[in-house]
């Protein structure tokens, strides 16, 4: 999703844990994906979604019916 070096990815992680920075989502994101990677950038553990409730999302918005 977001191709860059080592350093990038610290300088990434640096500024989401220090300063509650997280990089820009491309508007081609598809939404339901979109709305899964914020809510898993909650700054409070408790609010951010299970591996299982993501799974769920997933397989609810993405599985052939």
């Known amino acids: 999703l977001f191709p860059c070096t080592n350093k990038c990815h610290q300088k990434i992680m640096m500024k989401a844990a220090v300063h509650n920075e997280r990089p820009t989502i491309p508007s081609s994101c598809h939404k339901v994906l979109s709305k899964i990677i914020t809510d898993c950038w909650q700054q409070v553990p408790k609010a951010r979604p299970s591996a299982q ?7 609810d918005n993405f599985s052939k019916q």
């Open 53 to 59: 409730e993501v799974m769920q999302q997933l397989r």
